[in-house]
């Protein structure tokens, strides 16, 4: 007698091998370490057909922007009691700098004889019932557009550190790679002998003084400390201070004493494309307690020099900013 339950179990087994079989024939494997493209390419070739090969191409990787020199980022960190101006505020001040004309128009080693100074004393002189106008004497007269009372900003600095390199950065357009010589250059220290006016766009004038320090003569210094003491349109004083080598004596000395005067001052930072050891640089500042100064001055950090390492001339939008808000142009 035939077991029908066993003969019912094989044949489900059988229909289910079967169906197994099924299942893995329509199943195409893939040979290990074989793409699918390169499967699919030799199953055409093999078909007759032609294959059209892909051309790999890799774009090259962008090419990142040189990356801002860390110290750049000191002149917010120093600055962050002061308000941060606003981008139209740089965009307009910049706009003025770049496209401004700056006219020399005196230099002096004796602050009576500044035009408006000397002006000022002719006043008091009466000739015959009459104000004489006169400028040297003789028939030549003080021409009004030098004595019209522009608000103005002095710079100050030991000899060599980079007044004159400022004033030509000030107005030169950050895109030119050469920079305009408003005023004349040396590496020679000492090369500033007197104080020299630049009109800037008939909105304020910018001096010049003497370097003081090496080279620098008691008549330099006599005319520096007669106009800090004595000029009614001194609006601003900025000390520069070559950053490698950091605050002197004399740079504590002039500060110490623009605070006695009243005067409000600022510290500009220059040639800090110089700098190797940035660390050293922020001791340095830290320990000369001038972030501690009663006038609390901002210390702006520039270059005036671009370089493949410094490709642009940064803190230059910093120092023209704080120019236009001492001279209330902003």
């Known amino acids: ?34 793409s699918k493209p390169e499967i699919n390419a030799a199953a055409s070739t093999r078909q007759g057909q032609s294959v059209k090969h ?11 922007r040189q990356q801002k020199p860390e110290w750049v980022s000191l002149n917010t960190t120093y600055n962050n009691y002061f308000k ?17 004309t700056v006219t020399y128009e005196w230099s002096t080693n ?23 106008d006169k400028l040297y004497g003789g028939k030549t007269k003080i021409p009004f557009n030098l004595i019209n009372e522009l ?14 390199s400022i004033l030509n950065n000030l107005v030169t357009e950050f ?26 766009g008939n ?27 004595n000029r009614k349109e001194l609006r601003r004083c900025y000390v520069l201070v ?15 004493h623009l605070t006695s005067l009243g005067r409000p001052f600022e510290v500009i930072f220059t040639k800090m494309d110089k700098i190797r050891d940035l660390e050293k640089f922020k001791m340095m500042v830290k320990e000369s307690g001038i972030q501690d100064s009663p006038t609390l001055p901002r210390l702006i950090l520039t270059n005036s020099v671009s370089s493949p390492k410094v490709p642009k001339r940064y803190g230059i939008d910093h120092l023209r900013y704080s120019i236009f808000e001492s001279c209330g142009l902003i």
């Not at 892909?54 to 990142?64: D, L, N």
């Not at 941060?84 to 401004?100: A, E, G, H, L, M």
């Open 175 to 200: 895109g030119r790679s050469s920079v305009v010589e408003a005023a004349r250059t040396s590496k020679r220290a000492g090369f500033t002998k007197t104080l020299n006016c630049f009109n800037i």
């Open 203 to 229: 909105k304020f004038r910018l001096i010049d003084s003497p370097g003081y320090g090496f080279r620098s003569t008691s008549n330099q210094g006599t005319v520096t400390m007669d106009y800090l003491e």
């Open 242 to 256: 070559s950053a490698n080598h950091g605050f002197t004596k004399l740079d504590l000395s002039v500060m110490e």
């Open 110 to 132: 004796e602050f009576e004889k500044i035009p408006s100074e000397l002006a000022r004393a002719r006043e008091h002189e009466n000739v015959n019932g009459r104000v004489s």
């Open 84 to 100: 941060q101006p606003t981008i139209q505020d740089v965009n307009k001040v910049n706009q003025f700098f770049n496209s401004t």
């Open 54 to 64: 892909q051309r790999i191409t890799t774009r090259p990787a962008k090419i990142s």
């Open 1 to 34: 007698m035939v077991n029908i339950r066993c003969f019912s179990t094989c044949s489900t087994l059988r229909r289910d091998l079967d169906m197994i079989k099924t299942i893995v024939s329509k199943v195409k494997v893939e040979p290990a370490g074989v």
């Open 151 to 164: 608000p103005e900003i002095l710079f100050l600095g030991r000899s060599n550190a980079g007044k004159s």
